[in-house]
């Protein structure tokens, strides 16, 4: 009786394990070449797994990107969701949601987080399937309403996360040179006015 | 003596012909076909003109897309520049803005709009170069300073900016069905928590 079944189980561990060692080669692979460089090819080679099983398991680029994306993203939900405040609970909401921009915009400008590299490559598929986007919006929207903005909760997380989205940010930094330090007196500033908390 | 100046003077007028020919056509070309089908061929072939002109004067695709998309914008630059109010001077400063973002959200959502459909196009370069992306960034800042809010205008205008871009806006109406009055609704309120002109 344990023989079906304790294959059954086998091929699951397999799978597990399959799938761990291709996440760990992808993200070897994007952090030692960059993200631009990652290629099926390179990641089954790296992995030593077959390129069929790659495929069947995130079914092409994109997705193994997103899949990868979402690992890397755990960290920083874990911190902002249960770590010490004033990122995680514990610190007045308009804090807290200070706190969140300005770690998302030290993220960006830190080389060396593969979050920001990754999410580069999925501009699309970033905003409208992975995990971590939605993530970001749900917390906003729950800090918004904890902060007792009496207002259209979604719609002005969208706005506050407009202005701290990859390419935004991106753009500010390498094209208008502004400074990590101004963009996060910047964010502090605009979640102030938008939770009423300023001290105008 | 008027011979060769004359030449220089027809030369020239010829060459302003040229541009405007090519760009009636390739405004032809986006509203016929859609912004995506017009090439850099069929747009001389329309025009008339041999396709090295076509390159000589607009570099490339995008150079072309962007000259055209600075031509479109022109009618938009003016009614918010010396149009009537509110979007146009005699407004308070807060009911411009909110008067501006609701017609950029109103344009998004008309299909018949050569502007956000030129504007997909170049997204990158839309951002970076395009006349237009400066000049509606300078009208913010300015409409924040007369409102009077103290702060960092250039930032906050990126904030604002942020939200009514076409990529946000694109994203919030297809993926998120979110409609344009709830959008209209959305940006005056972020507007009067910016300025410090709501009724809390």
New interface residues.
Partial sequence: MTGPSGDLAGERADAVRNRARLLEAAAWLVAERGAEHVTMHEVARVAGVGKGTLFRRFGDRNGLLLALLDDVEAEFHEAYTFGPPPLGPGAPASERLIAFGQALIERVADSTDLGPALGRQVPTDR??TSYYGRAFRAHVISLLREAGV???HT??A??LL??V?L??LD??RT?DQ?TTA??Q??WA??VR??T?TDE?
Wanted: no cysteine; charged share 30%.
């Fill in positions: 905003r409208q009496v207002g259209d719609m002005l969208h706005a407009a202005f989205d390419e935004t753009h500010l094209d502004v101004r963009l007196a910047a500033d605009l006015r938008v009423g105008r």
